[in-house]
């Protein structure tokens, strides 16, 4: 009864009040402890980190993961590995949710574009072409990143460049009445004007209209070439359409001589270089869509309405995008990225003060440094709290992440975004980096050191001082168990968090080291 009792205070709780004893209900206990994770613990986001074999994903992120789970949290689950969407089913089931999961895999044939999600999703900014462009400009980062490009200032200019493309593309698809898909914009770029073709579609224009005295058969050759020309040509369709029509408002009308303009005086008079630089950059981007695979198939056109982000969302529904990396590749990379785009960005729209029955929803990645986008991850996780994500990264070490941060200031824009992750939980690790890191992080305390000195004559002679010393060595993350049968399903891991107070060893500290029965 005082279970029921207390949420009827929550729930009838006004306003701002009502949120934070919501934020602050008890997710998780952690074992052997009295020192409670709550609900605001989770939306300030959770670093798991170990090497391989560790036990972070069956020890500390089970645990986690079965809280989230048994409290209704709704999720966003990216798999990098075969058996990752089998472990979460077994989650699911043992919690009671199999009926929210929603998986899209090869197998379940979901659709999702995210150019056409984003053109006809609901709210106020539906149908912003700035959407469509940083949507694809994400999967172009992402696409560095999987290659270990750097970012110069060089790259910065054709990055610019690559944006206005695709802004154009989109507009003159939207403009055009037609849907925005990946293959409809290649086939675009294929048939866009040259400086050759306007001067061609120029000259067939004013004879097929000129009201002076030509040969009746040079004018209907024009007409008859402009017309064959029409009919192979979606650029050309449109190209027209548009420049013809009046629109309803003086924004559209803006929009469309905007467009027009692009691609008969500025693209099509690009000089050879820097037009098969921009050519070929979008065709990266899109190119994976137009093979067949999963891309083609799931990612290329229609959006299934189970994938929806504001259904997940408002549901608590648990999402698994499961295209391994190791079965699908770069692929799966690709797939990933595209939901996981759209999903922060719904996520980044919620307005939790409108739902009846508020929880976290958790963005789970398990081998985060597959999936990491350097500088949308890092925005997003900036306000993840007031949108109530729960972001759980999970990865063996440091490096990882300064291994896809490029050239520039690695270490500084990893400690950037790991830093926006309050809780962090260390497992059994050998990379002296992050060992040191974590030891760093949890700081010094004064330990007071004993000298004692022999004289020649074999007197004793004592001595104390004070000194600075490191509340938990970097050597110690070596000696963690790592679960298995050799250590009874044990798994050891040191945990921080500002603020958290745990006591060890007799003593009040501000981390602890807990067990985790990867049994439970």
Known sequence: MSLFRRESKI?????????????????????GTNTKISWGDCVEGILIMGSTGSGKSSGPGKHIAMAMLRQGFGFCILCAKNDERKRWEEYAQKAGRTDDLVIMNKSTGLKFNLLEYEMNREGEGAGDVLNIVNALMNLNEQNKVHLSAASGSEDRFWDNALRRLIARIASFLKLGGETLSILKMRIILSESFNSEDVKLYNHLVNISLTKEKIEATERKEAIDQLEAWRKRSLFLRLFEKIKTTNFDTEEQQSEAHMVIDFWIKEFANLSERP?????????????????PGILKSQFSEGVSEELVPSNIIKNKKIVIIDFPIKEFGISAIYASTLYKTAFQAALERRDITTEDDLKPISLWIDEYQNFCNPTNDTLFQLTARSSWVSSIFITQNLNNIYFVMGDK???????????????????????????????????????VLENLTVSPEGKKTKAFNQQLMPRILPDHFTTLRTGGLANKLKVDAVVFKPGKSWIYDDKVQNYGIVEFDQSD
């Open 275 to 291: 037009r098969s630089i921009v050519l070929e950059s979008l065709m990266g981007v899109i190119e994976p869509f137009l093979n």
């Open 409 to 447: 200031q690695p270490e500084a824009r990893t400690k950037s975004l790991l830093g926006n992750l309050n809780l962090k939980i260390f497992a059994s690790n050998s990379d002296s980096d992050t060992n040191q890191w974590a030891s760093d992080m949890i700081g010094q305390h004064l330990s």
């Open 11 to 31: 729930n009838s709780a006004p306003g701002e009040n009502r949120i934070e004893a919501l934020l602050d209900q008890e997710l998780i206990k952690m074992p």
